[in-house]
């Protein structure tokens, strides 16, 4: 003979008491609280470390003293377009440094520098050429023009920047360095390199001269030789 069938009780929540669900809320600030203090403890412990261009103006100086050895070797890069000659004397006289070309670098002593830098004063301040070293700008002056100044990591990769940075690059710099980028971008052209179509053309408005066109003349011309 089958058994009763069981009756099922239905189990109902019971709802919490304003005096627990106080409680619970204090429980769930306290807890807040913790995870806060948490979270602040780790940010303010969190060390960031600075990133340095490897292009940067100190990569080889030794001291910040106004005084260098005439013996120290100085990092000189080249940042004109084409050949650039460089003398420790005017007219081209006395010892002469040759850079065959754009982003050729030479290690030239101190107390010969200091006489190149002397005799070709407008080549420094025009951006032709990069000193390495801190202390050698300070010395010769040329704090003030550095700071307007592109590298040639920067002139390299200007077309990888938006719209908006172009314009400050490019028209922060000097004449000498908005010359060159230009002339780099119709080599560029005329060597059939991928360069941004959008990008040239900004810079050509700003240089007020058809990048496009003058790198077409020299391609036909090139054909025709």
């Known amino acids: 003979m089958a058994g009763r069938p069981k009756k099922v009780v239905e189990e109902k929540s019971t709802p919490l008491s304003p005096i627990n669900l106080e409680k619970e809320n204090k429980t769930l600030r306290s807890e807040l609280d913790e995870l806060k203090q948490m979270v602040l403890n780790l940010t303010q412990n969190q060390q960031i470390t600075p990133v340095v261009e ?15 050895r005439p013996n120290k070797y100085i990092k000189v890069m080249s940042l004109n377009f084409g050949k650039l000659v460089l003398s420790t004397e005017s007219k081209g006289q006395g010892k002469v440094f040759v850079f065959n070309k754009f982003g050729d670098v030479k290690n030239i002593v101190y107390s010969e520098l200091a006489n190149l830098i002397h005799h070709q004063q ?8 990069y000193v390495f070293d801190k202390q050698v700008v300070k010395n010769h002056g040329l704090v003030e023009h550095y700071e307007k100044f592109m590298n040639k ?3 390299d990769n200007i077309l990888n920047h938006n719209r908006e940075e172009i314009i400050a690059l490019f028209n922060n710099t000097t004449k000498t360095q ?8 119709i080599k560029k052209i005329v ?4 360069v941004d179509i959008t990008k040239v053309d900004i810079i050509s408005r700003l240089a007020e001269v058809n990048i496009y066109d003058i790198a077409r003349d020299k391609i036909e011309m090139k054909n025709i030789e």
Do not use: P
Not at 54 to 68: A, G
Not at 122 to 129: D, H, I, K, L, P
């Open 178 to 185: 908005r010359d060159i980028i230009v002339n780099l971008l």
């Open 54 to 68: 490897s292009t940067n103006i100190n990569s080889n100086t030794d001291e910040d003293d106004s005084d260098i």
């Open 122 to 129: 407008s080549f420094a301040e025009q951006g032709r050429f």
């Open 153 to 155: 990591e920067m002139i």
């Open 191 to 194: 060597n059939g390199e991928d």
